[in-house]
């Protein structure tokens, strides 16, 4: 590991036991009931090294340093756990959670590493150092701090100057910009108008006895990928009584939690609960829906446990009240396959797509499967159910569907040649399928998977399958309109 990459400590045992100190000073647990029996159950590894054949990172690059996931395991298991290297280890875990399905021992590597982070931020913290390099805190402010709507606007306006519309609908720099690895890089379009201010008034669905339901946009399909975002309005209106799209709605906290971040992962979880609670209003809220995995991952299954408190720490009223609310929003969130497949009776679509992201169909598919859909929320099947219930599409299966992309939020750009490296799998499969479009559940893997097939020459549409659906009810009334 190259010194730049290697955690600011400033030798490992004696970090340790400075760590240690700390703790026992402030009084606190260096780790939670929970976190320490996570690290018990690391010492169940076998030693199979399953897990590092799965590791998306290990090998992605001849030299690259990355031991793989049993070494974060093995460095945490020691009688004092090596907590230093292993944070460090950490850093380069694109979160895939392969690790741990191909695990016999069921070691839990992947929360492993979560934990990791989020002892390692707070460490910092308690130090006095920064806890996240320059550019990743950047990244994160962008996300959390609102600065991403305002970039928005001004990037909208401005974007046509330094780039063009490709013909799959991103953005590629006109004339290489001074900016690295990044120099060509595909972007997403920005859009002039955020999704919440597109439908700041209440969408009359076509179900009146339908449930109501709220829209959670997350940052990408708010602010960049609006035609997806709109596709989601489009098809919930067909199964709704009413659709709402909550303005002041927040960044779902998945790029701070996966940093580590958990206190403004917290200050996200709870300013959603109640932006959301304001939407049910009189009418109630049956369900909050989400096209995107990581967020609907993030909302899901790590906003109950966000409130967990060290043993022997009694929570203040007013934690125990916004750990009660965040819990029950999280309750109403579905992702937009488990919605459709569980929730309500889905409409079939009677017509082909008459005007989709690769023109008429009939049109061949291809599903990639996102980490955070497929292995964090079960939902593959699902996927394949839409795609083959609208007529016209032909699915056609690339190699490996689930295998990470590599893009993982913001790990493309913190370490886009090892990302870039994990991504030529991918692409070499989608490019076997011969597919006219590429059908993805996360929007970071739309910008990571768009990218790495226009600089391979193998430039089409990555699209969520709430596109094509849209699209089809629309041929289906004769209308193009959203
Ligand atoms: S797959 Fe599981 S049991 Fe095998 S080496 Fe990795 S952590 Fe250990
Ligand atoms: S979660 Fe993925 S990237 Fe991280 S250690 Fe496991 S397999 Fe490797």
Known sequence: MSDKRRPRAVNRSAGVLRYLDIYRTERLLPYSPADSQLISDLERCLGCGNCLAACPVVGALAEHPYPGPRAVGMSLSRSVPDFWTAGGLAGF????????????????????????????????????????????????DFFTEGKLAQAARWGAALQGLAYRRTASGEMKARVALPLGPLANRI????????????????VAGLEPDGPRVAVFAGCLYNHAYTDTGRSLVEVLRRHAREVVVPAGQVCCGAPTFSSGDLPTTRRLAVDNARVFADAAGSDGLDFVVTACASCGDSLTREYPGLFRLPEGTAPTAEVVAEAAAVRGFAARVRDIHAFLADEVSFRVPASAPASAPAGPAPMAVTIHDPCHLARGQGLVREVRDLVRAIPGLTLREMAAPGECCGGAGSFSLEHYEVAAAIRQGKVAGIAATGADVVVTGCPSCRMHISDGLEQAGQGRPVRHVVDLLAAAYRAGTGSDAP
């Open 93 to 140: 875990c694109t979160t895939c959670m392969a690790c741990q399905e191909a695990c016999p021992g069921d070691v839990p590597i992947y929360r492993a590493v979560l934990m990791l982070r989020a002892k390692n931020f707070e460490q910092k913290v308690l130090e006095g150092e920064e806890p996240l390099s320059g550019l990743k805190q950047l990244l994160l």
């Open 187 to 202: 972007i997403p379009p920005l859009a002039k108008r955020s999704l919440t201010d597109e439908f700041a008034a209440p």
